[in-house]
């Protein structure tokens, strides 16, 4: 499931404050088109669908490795683009209206820190600031990017406190999550996105802290949805696991929790070593926690650590370090752990990846 949408509630919020100061009125939604809906059977083409989509209501793309330096340093890293269409202000024949908002984040996590260094952008597509390309990935906010081309993803960040100049080069087949791309977060058929994965990316590239610049390698994982309606109007928030497995396999589970913490819906994809994919139901998908951590800053626990049961393969989920979460009140305001964690299974490392747990210090709303 992807999520990060929720990064930018507050500034669609504050794009539709904008919309009414140059429409003279906020836009209800007369005359204007409706959000795009996730079409069951639709067949995904590529690299047409790579690209934006922008009559639905959001999108994002969403990178997350595992890194190391020479001297064996462990970073995770992550950077997430985001698309969202606020559908205000779309009649207004002003270059200013906010048809398409675009937003960016980007983190590093070091063990050595004990905690994330994070940053974010946004801005309005359009005037040679911002955009998401619709041909292919192609998205970038000023300085910072995300693009395919010549078969490999590329991120460039510069961020206050960390740059990245990264490049991900698929090593196997892209992933199609639920049934052939359609993705169910829900009990309606409408709570749905269109989804697919690029696991197994092989990283290369520098990054630099404090103008040092160190050459890493690495494992990632990549994910693309597009919704315009995600959740049922019982969920708080969800827990997501993306593991690139030793064996060279993959597994995405997720839960969204109601208010009760319990389980509503749930779902995966498990790809095997041997290339065979595994769409999994609701009823083949476990999260049970087994530690938590308490923020200091926030107050918020989170249970940093999970056993995770999905499609018959059960791993244990352990932070790089505890410390990962993602405090945005300062921008955003929104708070969430995102972090890089080890896979276990029988008590030895059996793949590395990444956990988020959103919904945790308060309700998520869209």
Known sequence: MKRRAFLALPLV??????AQTVDGR???GGGVAAYGHVEPGRALRFPRDHGSHPDFHTEWWYVTGWLADAAGNAFGVQVTFF???????????SAFAPRQLVFAHAALADPRRGRLRHDQRAARAGFGLAAAGEDTTQAWIDDWS????????????NAREFALDLRFAPTQPLLLNGDAGVSRKGPAP???????????LAVTGTVTVADTSVAVTGTAWLDHEWSSEVMAPSVVGWDWAGINLADGGALMAFRMRDERGGALWAGGTLRGADGHVRTLAPGEVRFTPSRSWRSARTGVEYPVAMTVVAGG??????PLFDDQELDSRAS????????AVRARASGHESGRGYLELTGYGAPLRM
Do not use: C, F, K
């Open 26 to 28: 906020a836009n209800a």
């Open 190 to 200: 409408a709570q749905a996105s269109h989804y697919y994965s690029m696991p197994q």
């Open 83 to 93: 698309r969202n269409r606020p559908r205000v202000a779309e009649a207004n024949p």
């Open 146 to 157: 995300l693009a395919l081309a010549d078969d490999a993803y590329t991120a460039r960040i």
């Open 13 to 18: 919020a504050a794009g539709h404050a904008l």
């Open 313 to 318: 393969v059960e791993l244990a989920l352990e």
């Open 332 to 339: 955003t305001g929104t708070i969430y752990w995102e972090g």
